[in-house]
């Protein structure tokens, strides 16, 4: 394991032992900065579910009230006047076979991946790439549509996915340190309503076990939710 610098240990002092309020533990983390850049916010949270199960599977989207901070780079997998309208949109990158090939080499330097309903069969040829890094384009997150142009924007303009791990976990970003404490308060909120929302029927007892909040760098905090 990695040893935390002494600025961490400081913070690590001073860190509430207890779950606190949403405002406390946002007020926390922005006075306890890990790092000199503009560090990510991440929401990590505990659910009540079975990740072994496929009827427990947590899967949706949520759509940051504030945006994510972040140049959100998005790919989408079609062609002819698809491609275009994708392209106009703002796309990244845009194409198909070409594209297929240079993702079956190994390449996802991207955040979100779109493909039009013609295009999955033959975007299912690199499920294995894009599978394990939670990639792959599915219609449950609006990421198998043929209005690639609104899925576009609203990729970059604050939509983002999540599932829940093997481990029973979701960790989603929430925005960026430098956001005003509100602004993130806000998008936080947005995030555990979405995860909650997505509460499978067949999970039982308390869904939202516990919630966590932290820089990149920095000290965890746990805060209060409820369900």
């Not at 009540?48 to 989207?61: E, F, L, M, W």
């Not at 599915?138 to 093997?166: C, E, I």
């Not at 979405?194 to 999970?203: I, S």
Request: aromatic letters at 4%.
């Amino acid at each position: 394991m990695a040893k935390h610098s002494k600025k961490y240990q400081d913070a690590l002092k001073k860190a509430p032992q207890t779950a606190v309020s949403l405002t406390e533990a946002v007020a926390f983390i922005k006075a306890n900065p890990g790092a000199k850049f503009d560090e990510t916010v991440d929401v990590g949270i505990r659910l009540g579910a079975d990740p072994t199960k496929s009827d427990q599977a947590v899967r949706g989207v949520v759509h940051l009230p504030h945006g994510t901070g972040k140049h959100v780079r998005v790919v989408v997998f079609a062609a002819g006047d698809q491609a275009d309208a994708a392209t106009a949109a703002g796309a990244d990158a845009v194409g198909l076979d070409d594209l297929l090939e240079k993702v079956k080499g190994g390449w996802t330097d991207f955040d979100v991946a779109i493909a039009t309903t013609d295009a999955m069969k033959q975007v299912r040829t690199v499920a294995r790439v894009l599978g394990p890094r939670g990639l792959m384009p599915n219609p449950k997150t609006g990421t198998v549509t043929d209005d690639v142009a609104t899925a576009v924007k609203a990729a970059q303009a604050g939509k983002v996915d999540f599932r829940m791990d093997r481990t029973g976990n979701v960790c989603v970003p929430a925005g960026k340190l430098s956001f005003e404490a509100n602004k993130l308060e806000d998008n936080i909120r947005a995030i555990i309503e979405a995860v909650n929302h997505e509460r499978p029927a067949a999970a039982k007892g308390v869904f939202l076990r516990a919630c966590t909040i932290s820089s990149t760098m920095g000290v965890p905090v746990r805060v209060i939710v409820k369900e």
